[in-house]
Protein backbone atom coordinates (compact mmCIF):
# COMPACT_ATOMS: atom_id res chain seq x y z
CA UNK A 1 0.00 0.00 0.00
CA UNK A 2 1.25 3.60 -1.36
CA UNK A 3 1.34 6.22 1.11
CA UNK A 4 2.15 10.15 0.77
CA UNK A 5 5.28 10.89 1.00
CA UNK A 6 5.40 13.05 4.24
CA UNK A 7 2.57 11.29 5.77
CA UNK A 8 3.00 10.75 9.74
CA UNK A 9 2.04 7.96 11.92
CA UNK A 10 2.39 6.56 15.19
CA UNK A 11 4.34 2.93 14.50
CA UNK A 12 4.15 0.08 17.44
CA UNK A 13 7.80 -1.76 16.43
CA UNK A 14 11.12 -0.82 17.40
CA UNK A 15 12.18 -0.18 13.83
CA UNK A 16 10.76 2.67 11.01
CA UNK A 17 9.47 0.13 7.94
CA UNK A 18 11.65 0.38 4.44
CA UNK A 19 10.54 3.48 3.37
CA UNK A 20 9.93 5.14 6.46
CA UNK A 21 12.15 6.89 8.71
CA UNK A 22 11.90 7.48 12.69
CA UNK A 23 10.74 11.18 13.16
CA UNK A 24 13.92 12.42 16.02
CA UNK A 25 14.66 15.35 14.28
CA UNK A 26 17.60 14.12 12.13
CA UNK A 27 18.73 15.78 9.03
CA UNK A 28 19.11 14.71 5.60
CA UNK A 29 20.74 15.46 2.71
CA UNK A 30 18.53 17.43 0.14
CA UNK A 31 20.11 15.69 -2.93
CA UNK A 32 19.13 11.85 -1.59
CA UNK A 33 15.50 12.89 -0.42
CA UNK A 34 14.40 15.69 -2.95
CA UNK A 35 11.25 14.43 -3.07
CA UNK A 36 11.16 14.58 0.82
CA UNK A 37 12.50 18.20 0.35
CA UNK A 38 10.18 19.46 -1.33
CA UNK A 39 7.63 18.79 1.02
CA UNK A 40 8.74 19.44 4.01
CA UNK A 41 11.19 22.70 3.06
CA UNK A 42 13.41 23.90 5.99
CA UNK A 43 10.14 24.28 8.94
CA UNK A 44 11.72 21.30 10.69
CA UNK A 45 15.37 22.57 10.62
CA UNK A 46 18.28 22.37 8.03
CA UNK A 47 20.28 24.63 5.53
CA UNK A 48 18.03 24.61 2.83
CA UNK A 49 21.26 24.03 0.54
CA UNK A 50 22.40 20.99 1.46
CA UNK A 51 19.99 19.92 4.14
CA UNK A 52 16.60 19.85 5.58
CA UNK A 53 15.35 18.07 8.60
CA UNK A 54 12.30 16.24 9.76
CA UNK A 55 9.96 16.39 12.51
CA UNK A 56 11.69 15.79 16.13
CA UNK A 57 9.01 14.10 18.11
CA UNK A 58 10.53 12.44 20.95
CA UNK A 59 8.71 13.18 23.79
CA UNK A 60 5.96 15.38 22.23
CA UNK A 61 3.04 15.15 20.74
CA UNK A 62 2.13 16.80 16.92
CA UNK A 63 -0.78 19.54 17.28
CA UNK A 64 -2.58 21.39 14.37
CA UNK A 65 -1.42 24.38 12.57
CA UNK A 66 -3.56 27.34 13.16
CA UNK A 67 -4.91 29.53 15.44
CA UNK A 68 -7.01 29.01 18.28
CA UNK A 69 -8.33 30.59 21.23
CA UNK A 70 -5.49 33.65 20.52
CA UNK A 71 -2.39 31.23 20.21
CA UNK A 72 -1.15 30.91 16.34
CA UNK A 73 0.67 27.34 16.03
CA UNK A 74 3.32 27.37 12.80
CA UNK A 75 4.12 24.51 11.02
CA UNK A 76 7.36 23.34 12.64
CA UNK A 77 7.18 25.86 15.97
CA UNK A 78 7.83 23.61 19.14
CA UNK A 79 6.38 25.03 23.05
CA UNK A 80 5.41 23.45 26.30
CA UNK A 81 7.22 22.21 29.05
CA UNK A 82 7.39 18.77 30.98
CA UNK A 83 7.51 20.39 34.05
CA UNK A 84 7.22 24.24 35.49
CA UNK A 85 7.72 26.07 38.69
CA UNK A 86 4.45 27.72 40.29
CA UNK A 87 5.68 31.09 42.19
CA UNK A 88 2.88 32.98 43.83
CA UNK A 89 2.16 35.33 41.23
CA UNK A 90 1.52 32.09 39.10
CA UNK A 91 -1.47 31.70 41.45
CA UNK A 92 -5.06 33.54 41.43
CA UNK A 93 -5.58 35.26 44.39
CA UNK A 94 -8.00 33.46 47.05
CA UNK A 95 -7.94 33.24 50.70
CA UNK A 96 -7.87 30.71 53.43
CA UNK A 97 -10.39 30.42 56.00
CA UNK A 98 -9.10 28.97 59.63
CA UNK A 99 -10.67 28.18 62.79
CA UNK A 100 -9.13 27.78 66.32
CA UNK A 101 -10.32 27.44 69.91
CA UNK A 102 -9.33 30.02 72.45
CA UNK A 103 -9.46 27.86 76.11
CA UNK A 104 -10.52 30.26 79.35
CA UNK A 105 -10.06 29.33 82.40
CA UNK A 106 -12.84 30.49 84.61
CA UNK A 107 -11.81 30.46 87.67
CA UNK A 108 -11.15 33.69 89.87
CA UNK A 109 -8.41 35.75 89.75
CA UNK A 110 -5.38 36.12 92.72
CA UNK A 111 -5.49 39.94 92.16
CA UNK A 112 -8.09 42.23 92.10
CA UNK A 113 -6.26 45.20 90.80
CA UNK A 114 -3.96 44.61 87.58
CA UNK A 115 -0.83 45.74 88.01
CA UNK A 116 2.59 46.73 85.59
CA UNK A 117 4.58 43.40 85.46
CA UNK A 118 1.33 41.38 86.81
CA UNK A 119 0.69 38.82 84.00
CA UNK A 120 -2.91 37.75 82.69
CA UNK A 121 -3.26 34.00 83.05
CA UNK A 122 -3.31 30.76 85.41
CA UNK A 123 -0.98 30.32 87.72
CA UNK A 124 1.87 28.72 87.05
CA UNK A 125 1.19 29.32 83.50
CA UNK A 126 4.64 29.34 81.19
CA UNK A 127 2.12 30.93 78.46
CA UNK A 128 0.79 34.69 79.25
CA UNK A 129 1.22 38.09 78.16
CA UNK A 130 2.89 40.88 80.51
CA UNK A 131 0.07 43.05 81.51
CA UNK A 132 0.82 47.09 80.80
CA UNK A 133 -2.03 49.29 82.19
CA UNK A 134 -4.31 51.06 80.53
CA UNK A 135 -6.06 54.37 80.77
CA UNK A 136 -9.85 53.42 81.53
CA UNK A 137 -9.25 49.59 82.56
CA UNK A 138 -11.83 48.67 84.72
CA UNK A 139 -10.14 47.32 88.27
CA UNK A 140 -13.09 45.42 89.31
CA UNK A 141 -12.86 41.31 90.19
CA UNK A 142 -12.43 39.61 86.68
CA UNK A 143 -14.73 37.31 85.93
CA UNK A 144 -12.91 35.39 83.22
CA UNK A 145 -8.62 34.98 83.06
CA UNK A 146 -7.04 32.80 79.95
CA UNK A 147 -5.57 30.00 80.39
CA UNK A 148 -2.31 28.76 78.99
CA UNK A 149 -3.47 27.22 75.82
CA UNK A 150 -4.05 30.60 74.12
CA UNK A 151 -4.29 29.80 69.81
CA UNK A 152 -2.22 32.61 68.17
CA UNK A 153 -2.00 33.42 64.88
CA UNK A 154 0.71 32.34 62.67
CA UNK A 155 2.35 32.02 59.31
CA UNK A 156 2.91 29.32 57.67
CA UNK A 157 4.89 27.85 54.24
CA UNK A 158 2.60 27.75 51.54
CA UNK A 159 5.08 25.80 49.00
CA UNK A 160 7.89 25.63 47.63
CA UNK A 161 9.42 26.80 44.51
CA UNK A 162 10.09 23.19 43.06
CA UNK A 163 9.19 22.40 39.35
CA UNK A 164 5.81 20.43 39.19
CA UNK A 165 5.36 17.40 36.52
CA UNK A 166 3.11 18.05 33.77
CA UNK A 167 3.52 15.24 31.76
CA UNK A 168 -0.09 13.96 30.52
CA UNK A 169 0.13 10.40 30.94
CA UNK A 170 1.70 8.37 27.64
CA UNK A 171 2.68 5.44 26.30
CA UNK A 172 5.46 5.83 23.68
CA UNK A 173 5.42 4.65 20.50
CA UNK A 174 7.65 5.26 17.33
CA UNK A 175 6.70 8.08 15.34
CA UNK A 176 7.23 7.31 11.45
CA UNK A 177 7.65 9.62 8.40
CA UNK A 178 6.60 7.75 4.85
CA UNK A 179 10.00 9.26 2.68
CA UNK A 180 9.01 7.00 -0.14
CA UNK A 181 5.75 6.67 -1.67
CA UNK A 182 3.38 9.19 -3.83
CA UNK A 183 4.02 12.61 -4.05
CA UNK A 184 1.25 14.41 -2.56
CA UNK A 185 -0.92 16.43 -5.44
CA UNK A 186 -1.24 19.65 -4.62
CA UNK A 187 -5.58 21.09 -5.02
Given at each position: MDEYIGIVK???GNFAPRGWLVCNGQLLQIQQYSAVYAILGTQFGGDGITTFGLPNLQGAVPVGVGTLNGTTYVAGDKGG?????LLGTNIPAHTHTGTGTISVSSSNSTLSTPANGNAI????S???RVFTPTLGFVAATPSVNLASNITTGATVNAG???PVSVVQPYTAMLYIICIEGI?????
Open positions: LFANTSVTGVPGNISATVFPPRP
